[in-house]
């Protein structure tokens, strides 16, 4: 058994599925899945994170299989979510049976079929207003058992259900990536690395490797001042957090401070800055005058609780609770050698990180978004200083929010040119091993002397 389940079975698993189950709900109501885990009951919560991922995972399957097998649809939303991560659960219990001897992916929860169908049972039939669902429930779990192999070979038709995101996300990636959508699909529901960024100010890589090593934490290099985790652990059981010694960032956002690779008392701006991580290398990188802006004021908080724990909040960094885009309310007119922009986007990027996100997001998004990131930046543009520089980045792999708004950008002003960059970063696994890189996009903009 894998170690995940059986630390998940000292936990009663009906508690842990109706849990799940008002996650889901929340979801498909429109909150994020971690809003709604920030919401579970502290014993509950890592449980019911593996099992509401391992759901988003399967959302497209399961709703399909629950289309096909319920005929009128309860007017209870729990009862229906709760049905969702039964049949994901029961689903994976049948395909673990099936590969006997080899064992699933260690994140995915694996639980005997009997166990699913008699702990989901309990959990509706403890509930005051899903008790009525009971026999229901118990009927299509177990038709579902015996049908299997049909029901998935009709419903695995659908392209939902067969890729497990919404169609239009799927159309959008096969338009844009002809040769590797089915990879990016795939991709998007492997878990994503743990990856720690050095604080070079109060550690090294060897040190912190070293640290690692003597609390049998396994890490491998990555750049200069990354450490990729060999299997994620919460923060407060890593050595150094407390002390500053490291941020948890991902391989594709460490990049950033080095295209900028700002010098000493440079002027700096880092427009989209919340929670921080960026901020963060970039005060680590140089000793720069620093102005850090969000929208959000909730957000921004934590950026100064990122510098003060990384001991990064000096003379010479400033926050600011601000709309980038309106420079009437926060900009004093004096220009900027470097600035980052680091955008809000649909976060399609990181899916393997946030499985609800493919759920929460409307098409219409894509382009409300791309909208806002067109102004912000166009609006940043004015405030970077002649011979200065840009960084546009977003965690997104929908060209119209990385290379088709840089390309536009070029053609809006004629005294930007681009310096090299990555550009669309894909986060395609290579030779089976998952990708140490979440889908970004980076571009580069000079503003001539
Ligand atoms: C992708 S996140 C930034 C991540 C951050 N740079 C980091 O590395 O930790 C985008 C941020 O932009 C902020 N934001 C959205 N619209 C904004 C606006 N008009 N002006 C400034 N910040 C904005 C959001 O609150 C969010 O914190």
Same mark, same amino acid.
């Given at each position: 058994m894998p170690e995940s389940s059986s630390k998940l079975s000292r936990i009663s698993l009906s508690d842990t599925m109706l849990s799940s189950a008002h996650n889901v709900d929340a979801v498909l109501s429109g909150s994020s899945l971690s809003d709604s885990l920030a919401a579970t009951p502290g014993e509950l919560r890592a449980a019911s994170q593996a099992i509401s991922f391992h759901v988003m995972r399967r959302l497209g399957l399961v709703r399909a299989v629950s289309g096909m097998l319920v005929e009128r649809t309860p007017p209870y939303p729990l009862f229906n979510a709760l049905l969702l991560v039964a049949l994901a659960l029961l689903d994976t219990a049948c395909q673990a049976l099936a590969q006997a001897g080899e064992p699933l992916r260690r994140d995915i929860p694996v639980y005997a079929v009997h166990t699913? +169908?008699?702990q989901a049972v309990?959990?509706?039939?403890?509930h005051r207003k899903m008790r009525t669902y009971k026999g229901l429930l118990n009927g299509t779990l177990r038709r579902f058992l015996r049908e299997r192999e049909a029901i998935l070979a009709q419903v695995l038709q659908q392209p939902e259900a067969r890729w497990n995101h919404p169609a239009w996300w799927i159309k959008q990636l096969q338009h844009a990536y002809p040769q590797e959508w089915e990879r990016l699909l795939e991709a998007a529901d492997q878990p994503g690395p743990m990856t720690l960024r050095i604080?070079?100010?109060?550690?090294?890589q060897a040190a912190m490797q070293e640290a690692l090593e003597a609390a049998g934490l396994e890490s491998q290099p990555l750049g200069e001042a990354g450490l990729v985790l060999g299997h994620p652990r919460p923060v407060q059981q890593i050595p150094g957090?407390?002390?500053?010694?490291w941020s948890v960032?991902?391989?594709s956002a460490q990049q950033a401070a080095g295209l900028i690779d700002p010098k000493p008392g440079m002027r700096v701006l880092d427009a989209c800055a919340a929670p921080g991580g960026k901020t963060a290398h970039l005060l680590e990188w140089a000793d720069v005058q620093l102005q850090a802006l969000d929208a959000d004021a909730g957000r921004l908080e934590r950026v100064e609780q990122n510098l003060q724990r990384l001991g990064l909040m000096r003379p010479g960094v400033t926050l600011h609770c601000a709309d980038a885009a309106d420079l009437d309310s926060w900009w004093d007119g004096r220009g900027f050698d470097a600035v980052l922009a680091d955008v809000p986007c649909?976060?399609?990027g990181i899916v393997r990180r946030h499985p609800d996100i493919r759920w929460l997001r409307r098409e219409?998004? +894509?382009? /409300?978004?791309?909208? $806002?990131?067109? /102004?912000? +930046?166009?609006a940043l543009w004015k405030t970077v200083s002649p011979g200065g520089c840009l960084l546009y980045s977003s965690c997104s792999i929908f060209p119209q929010e990385g290379e088709r708004q840089a390309e536009q950008f070029l053609k809006r002003h004629a005294e930007a040119s681009r310096l090299p960059a990555p550009g669309q970063i $894909?986060? $395609?696994a290579d030779a089976g091993r998952i990708s140490l890189y979440d889908g970004f996009f980076y571009a580069l903009f000079a503003k001539s002397p």
């Amino acid at each position: 058994m894998p170690e995940s389940s059986s630390k998940l079975s000292r936990i009663s698993l009906s508690d842990t599925m109706l849990s799940s189950a008002h996650n889901v709900d929340a979801v498909l109501s429109g909150s994020s899945l971690s809003d709604s885990l920030a919401a579970t009951p502290g014993e509950l919560r890592a449980a019911s994170q593996a099992i509401s991922f391992h759901v988003m995972r399967r959302l497209g399957l399961v709703r399909a299989v629950s289309g096909m097998l319920v005929e009128r649809t309860p007017p209870y939303p729990l009862f229906n979510a709760l049905l969702l991560v039964a049949l994901a659960l029961l689903d994976t219990a049948c395909q673990a049976l099936a590969q006997a001897g080899e064992p699933l992916r260690r994140d995915i929860p694996v639980y005997a079929v009997h166990t699913v +169908v008699d702990q989901a049972v309990e959990a509706a039939a403890g509930h005051r207003k899903m008790r009525t669902y009971k026999g229901l429930l118990n009927g299509t779990l177990r038709r579902f058992l015996r049908e299997r192999e049909a029901i998935l070979a009709q419903v695995l038709q659908q392209p939902e259900a067969r890729w497990n995101h919404p169609a239009w996300w799927i159309k959008q990636l096969q338009h844009a990536y002809p040769q590797e959508w089915e990879r990016l699909l795939e991709a998007a529901d492997q878990p994503g690395p743990m990856t720690l960024r050095i604080n070079l100010r109060r550690s090294s890589q060897a040190a912190m490797q070293e640290a690692l090593e003597a609390a049998g934490l396994e890490s491998q290099p990555l750049g200069e001042a990354g450490l990729v985790l060999g299997h994620p652990r919460p923060v407060q059981q890593i050595p150094g957090f407390a002390q500053g010694w490291w941020s948890v960032q991902d391989a594709s956002a460490q990049q950033a401070a080095g295209l900028i690779d700002p010098k000493p008392g440079m002027r700096v701006l880092d427009a989209c800055a919340a929670p921080g991580g960026k901020t963060a290398h970039l005060l680590e990188w140089a000793d720069v005058q620093l102005q850090a802006l969000d929208a959000d004021a909730g957000r921004l908080e934590r950026v100064e609780q990122n510098l003060q724990r990384l001991g990064l909040m000096r003379p010479g960094v400033t926050l600011h609770c601000a709309d980038a885009a309106d420079l009437d309310s926060w900009w004093d007119g004096r220009g900027f050698d470097a600035v980052l922009a680091d955008v809000p986007c649909t976060a399609s990027g990181i899916v393997r990180r946030h499985p609800d996100i493919r759920w929460l997001r409307r098409e219409a998004d +894509v382009a /409300k978004t791309a909208g $806002l990131q067109r /102004k912000i +930046v166009d609006a940043l543009w004015k405030t970077v200083s002649p011979g200065g520089c840009l960084l546009y980045s977003s965690c997104s792999i929908f060209p119209q929010e990385g290379e088709r708004q840089a390309e536009q950008f070029l053609k809006r002003h004629a005294e930007a040119s681009r310096l090299p960059a990555p550009g669309q970063i $894909l986060p $395609l696994a290579d030779a089976g091993r998952i990708s140490l890189y979440d889908g970004f996009f980076y571009a580069l903009f000079a503003k001539s002397p």
